[in-house]
C-alpha cells in the first residue's frame, strides 16, 4: 500500500481510504466486522463516516474498537451552532468508543465559518483540537466557491469535495490549488456517485494526482479487493486510456 501525505496535517494516509457510509449494506455485525479488519489488514489506515449516518458511525466504531489507535478515524457534523457541534462530537466520540477524533470535518454548502464570527463554529472547532478530542479539521463541501474560499483561507488543514474522471476542469484547478496551499484534498464520490462504472479507468485517473485520497464506499469483501487490485495494478497512462477518460467525460458533461 502507498501512503500519501494528508497536507499540514502531516498524515501519512493510505492511497485507498475507506468509506462507512454503505455499511448498513454489508448485512451482519460479523460481516461489517470482517470487511473492516480485511481492509486494515490489507494496508487501509483511513477510515471516514459522519454524524448524519449514525447507523454507519456505529458499525465502524463497533468493527474498529480493538485497532482503534493503530488507524486515523475520521467524522463530521452537519452543526450549525456551537452547541450542536460539541453535542455531536461527543455523541461520535461515545458511538466509535474513542476519546478524540484525528480529523473532525464540518459539512457546509454556501457558507464557511470563519473566526470571530457570531456562530462560533471555527472557534468552536479551534477550542477542541486544544482539548485534544480532534485532533485535525477541515471543510466538507459539494460547493465550489465554498470550497475555493476555504482552501485560499488557510484555516482549514483538509477538504473533502466530489472529484473524479467526469468532474470538471475546475475541479482539477482546485486539487492544485490545495497542493499550493498544502491543504489535504480528500476525493469523495471517486466514481462520480455511481455513474462510473469502469474501476480501472477511475482508479488511473485519481493516482494522476499524487496528494489526493479517494474515499471509496465499501460495503463487501468483494467490492475492496476490486478497488485494492486496480489500486495495485492501474492501467498505463497512454493514448489509450488519455482518449478513454476524455470520451466518458465529455459524455457526462
Known sequence: MEYVRLGKTDLLISRVAFGAMRLTDAGSDENVAAVVRSAYDSGINFFDTSRRTPESEKLLGDALYDIRLSIFLSTATSARTRRELEADLEESLMTLHCDFVDLYQLEVEKFLPLPGEADN???????????????????????????????????????????????????????????????????????????????????????????????WGMKNQQEMEQILYFNEHPPVLDENFHRDVERIRMFFN
Do not use: W
Open 121 to 215: 463554529l471555527y472557534d468552536t472547532l479551534t477550542g477542541l483540537k486544544n482539548q485534544g478530542k480532534i485532533r485535525h479539521f477541515g471543510i466538507v463541501t459539494t460547493n465550489f466557491e465554498t470550497a475555493l474560499k476555504a482552501v485560499e483561507s488557510d484555516l482549514y488543514e483538509t477538504l473533502q469535495f466530489p472529484f473524479s474522471m467526469v468532474s470538471s476542469e475546475k475541479s482539477s484547478e482546485l486539487v492544485r490549488l490545495c497542493e499550493e496551499h498544502d491543504t489535504g484534498f480528500i476525493a469523495m464520490q471517486p466514481l462520480g456517485g455511481g455513474i462510473v462504472e469502469n474501476i480501472p479507468l477511475a482508479v488511473g485517473f485519481l493516482r494522476q494526482f499524487e496528494s489526493v485520497i479517494p474515499i
